[in-house]
């Protein structure tokens, strides 16, 4: 059952911080790397990536996730999410990573424009929130 996210857990994605995101490997071990992030209105977050990276193959054969993200100006408040990528979709990717990329650079254009590696969302579930503050 997804869980919502709190007021202060919202306002970490949606403010200029970075998150990590682990994925699981064909072996088993965990493979992490630093993201940007965004959130929807339904507390769902998401992650843009492009095809090709070991991220999407690893969310394509086991969809569960860890997020672990923190406030950039007080690295005392955090949030660490277990959750589950419940849609990986191309639609709205090359708009998104643009959205992200103003939100992080300040540069409203940054698409990655090679055709044998389109961006990708994945759209991710918390299953369980913890918070520090």
């Given at each position: 059952m997804p869980q919502k996210l709190s007021p202060s857990v919202r306002a970490l994605f949606e403010g200029k911080n970075f998150a990590h995101v682990a994925t699981v490997m064909k072996d088993g071990s965990p493979q992490v790397t630093a993201v940007w992030i965004?959130?929807?209105?339904?507390?769902?977050?998401?992650?843009?990536?492009?095809?090709?990276?070991?991220?999407?193959?690893?969310?394509?054969?086991?969809?569960?996730?860890?997020?672990?993200?923190?406030?950039?100006?007080?690295?005392?408040?955090?949030?660490?999410?277990?959750?589950?990528?419940?849609?990986?979709?191309?639609?709205?990717?090359?708009?998104?990573?643009?959205?992200?990329?103003?939100k992080y650079l300040g540069i409203p254009v940054y698409r990655d424009h090679h055709p044998d590696r389109p961006r990708v969302i994945f759209v991710i579930e918390a299953e369980h929130v913890r918070e520090m503050s």
């Open positions: 965004d959130i929807d209105d339904q507390d769902r977050i998401l992650v843009n990536t492009a095809e090709g990276r070991t991220k999407p193959h690893n969310v394509r054969r086991d969809p569960r996730v860890a997020v672990s993200i923190f406030d950039q100006a007080d690295p005392y408040h955090a949030a660490f999410i277990r959750g589950r990528v419940v849609e990986v979709t191309r639609e709205g990717a090359e708009e998104h990573i643009d959205k992200l990329s103003d």
